[in-house]
T-cell receptor, first 108, second 117 residues
C-alpha cells in the first residue's frame, strides 16, 4: 500500500518568514491533495496536483509535484498567523491515504 | 497489516435503505473518528469516540449513528439514506483524544465510497 511521509512534523516560524512542508510517497502519485485544518475545524481542501512538474498557487501558498511524481512540497511565502494550522497531504491511488500532518505555528 | 480498515470499500444503494460501514483499527489507539468527504474534497468530522465514549458529535442528521462495540471498532450506521449522503466516508484513529483546538496524529482508513441512487 502507498505510504505518505510528511516533514517536518511541526514547524514554528516567525511571521513574515517563508516555509516549506514536504510530502513523500512510497509510490508514484496519481493524485496528490493538500488540506489544511484550522484548529477545531474540519479539513479544508487547498489544491490537487496530478501531473509531474505541476505547480499550483492559492494566495501565498504554492504546491508542487515533482517530475517523478513521488514528492510534493507546499511552500508558504511571507507567513501570517492565519496560516497556522495542520497541513495534511493525501493521495488517491484507488485508496485514499493521508500523511501524518504538519503542525504549523506562526508567531506574531 | 492494514492499520485502519474499512468495509465495504464501495457501497451502492437505493434511497431509503439502511446501511452500515465498518471500521477497525489494530493500532491500539484510544480514539476513533468518522469523516465525510464531500464533492469539493472537504473532510468534515462527524463523530469521535474515545474508549467507547462519544466525545464529539458534530451537527449531523440523527439518521447517522456511530456504534463502538470496543475501542478497536467504530461502525457507522445510516438510516433512511438520502441522495445527499453520497460521499466518501473515512474512518480514522489516534492514540490520544482529539484535543480542543489541537490535533493528534490521525491514521486514516482507505475510505468507503457511498453512492445513493
Amino acid at each position: 500500500s502507498q505510504e505518505l511521509e510528511q516533514s517536518p512534523q511541526s514547524l514554528i516560524v516567525q511571521e513574515g518568514k517563508n516555509l516549506t512542508i514536504n510530502c513523500t510517497s512510497s509510490k508514484t502519485l496519481y493524485g496528490l491533495y493538500w488540506y489544511k485544518q484550522k484548529y477545531g475545524e474540519g479539513l479544508i481542501f487547498l489544491m490537487m496536483l496530478q501531473k509531474g512538474g505541476e505547480e499550483k498557487s492559492h494566495e501565498k501558498i504554492t504546491a508542487k509535484l515533482d517530475e517523478k511524481k513521488q514528492q510534493s512540497s507546499l511552500h508558504i511565502t511571507a507567513s501570517q498567523p492565519s496560516h497556522a494550522g495542520i497541513y495534511l497531504c493525501g493521495a488517491d491511488n484507488n485508496d485514499m491515504r493521508f500523511g501524518a500532518g504538519t503542525r504549523l505555528t506562526v508567531k506574531p | 497489516d492494514t492499520a485502519v480498515s474499512q468495509t465495504p470499500k464501495y457501497l451502492v444503494t437505493q434511497m431509503g435503505n439502511d446501511k452500515s460501514i465498518k471500521c477497525e483499527q489494530n493500532l491500539g489507539h484510544d480514539t476513533m473518528y468518522w469523516y465525510k468527504q464531500d464533492s469539493k474534497k472537504f473532510l468534515k468530522i462527524m463523530f469521535s469516540y474515545n474508549n467507547k465514549e462519544l466525545i464529539i458529535n458534530e451537527t449531523v442528521p440523527n439518521r447517522f449513528s456511530p456504534k463502538s462495540p470496543d475501542k478497536a471498532h467504530l461502525n457507522l450506521h445510516i438510516n433512511s439514506l438520502e441522495l445527499g449522503d453520497s460521499a466518501v466516508y473515512f474512518c480514522a484513529s489516534s492514540k490520544l483524544k482529539r484535543l480542543a483546538g489541537g490535533w493528534e496524529t490521525q491514521y486514516f482508513g482507505p475510505g468507503t465510497r457511498l453512492l445513493v441512487l
